[in-house]
């Protein structure tokens, strides 16, 4: 009688855990907490992500690692919270370029608007402390892809909810798609940005032309003209470049 194969072991490690421990109550515990966070940020913008560690970190912050782990378990909870407030922060600037006035607007409304978006993305980046060191890690760590991900899914679901409404006819499966892909496409633009030498303005130009075009596509075959949505009043919107 032949013998059963054993199942091989997993060879892969246990997640690490990205959650916080717990939440400072109190002012001084709330600035530990905030003291800690800035000395990872600066921290990895120093060392990079393999030589970050917690005991560099309490070194450099003048801590004990009891003081540390009170609040985070690892360094990959400290990346994680450092990664979902960058996040906060990008995602902040989609909320003020594309709108549903935009879209009402046309193929060269949204260019500019994209255009914009990708430049601001990328000074929210440049002004947040190690932010590019933040962007790799949430792409290259495994533990944190999760929070780049998440975020991603949220914006994507806003994204299609203002195209549902500028194109009432257009698929949704579609425009579900479309969204993911251009919420993918800018972030991965502005992390070439800081990859390579380029100009900002004509990577940010020529990459929402791209996207923009994209637009006359999505639409109903038998619509030519700008989604006939009303847009609700607001201010003006601001240039490309614009902080």
Same mark, same amino acid.
């Given at each position: 009688?032949?013998?059963?194969?054993?199942?091989?072991?997993?060879?892969?490690?246990?997640?690490?855990?990205?959650?916080?421990?717990?939440?400072?109550?109190?002012?001084?515990?709330?600035?530990?907490?905030?003291?800690?966070?800035?000395?990872?940020?600066?921290?990895?913008?120093?060392?990079?992500?393999?030589?970050?560690?917690?005991?560099?970190?309490?070194?450099?912050?003048?801590?004990?690692?009891?003081?540390?782990?009170?609040?985070?378990?690892?360094?990959? #909870?400290?990346?994680? *919270?450092?990664?979902?407030? +960058?996040? !906060? &922060?990008?995602?902040?600037?989609?909320?003020?370029?594309?709108? =549903?006035?935009?879209?009402?607007?046309?193929?060269?409304?949204?260019?500019?608007?994209?255009?914009?978006?990708?430049?601001?993305?990328?000074?929210?980046?440049?002004?947040?402390?190690?932010?590019?060191?933040?962007?790799?890690?949430?792409?290259?760590?495994?533990?944190?892809?999760?929070?780049?991900?998440?975020?991603?899914? #949220?914006?994507?679901? *806003?994204?299609?909810?203002? +195209?549902? !409404? &500028?194109?009432?006819?257009?698929?949704?499966?579609?425009?579900? =798609?479309?969204?993911?892909?251009?919420?993918?496409?800018?972030?991965?633009?502005?992390?070439?940005?800081?990859?390579?030498?380029?100009?900002?303005?004509?990577?940010?130009?020529?990459?929402?032309?791209?996207?923009?075009?994209?637009?006359?596509?999505?639409?109903?075959?038998?619509?030519?003209?700008?989604?006939?949505?009303? #847009?609700?009043?607001?201010?003006?919107?601001?240039?490309?470049?614009? &902080?």
């Amino acid at each position: 009688m032949p013998q059963l194969l054993r199942p091989m072991p997993s060879t892969r490690s246990p997640q690490p855990s990205l959650a916080t421990k717990k939440q400072p109550a109190q002012q001084r515990a709330t600035e530990t907490y905030e003291r800690i966070l800035e000395v990872t940020a600066q921290t990895l913008a120093d060392v990079g992500i393999e030589r970050l560690s917690t005991n560099l970190v309490c070194e450099r912050a003048g801590l004990t690692p009891p003081a540390l782990y009170r609040y985070f378990p690892n360094k990959y #909870a400290l990346l994680s *919270e450092l990664g979902q407030r +960058l996040m !906060q &922060a990008q995602n902040a600037r989609v909320d003020r370029w594309i709108t =549903l006035e935009v879209f009402n607007g046309g193929v060269e409304s949204l260019e500019l608007a994209i255009e914009g978006l990708i430049i601001d993305t990328y000074e929210a980046t440049v002004q947040t402390v190690g932010g590019v060191w933040i962007m790799r890690a949430l792409r290259a760590v495994p533990a944190l892809q999760q929070v780049r991900l998440a975020s991603h899914a #949220a914006v994507t679901q *806003e994204q299609t909810r203002l +195209l549902a !409404q &500028a194109l009432p006819e257009a698929d949704a499966a579609e425009l579900q =798609l479309v969204s993911r892909i251009v919420v993918e496409l800018i972030y991965a633009t502005v992390e070439m940005i800081f990859d390579e030498p380029l100009d900002v303005k004509a990577v940010a130009r020529t990459v929402a032309g791209m996207i923009a075009s994209h637009l006359t596509r999505v639409r109903p075959q038998d619509s030519g003209q700008p989604p006939h949505t009303p #847009a609700k009043p607001g201010g003006t919107r601001p240039k490309p470049g614009a &902080a």
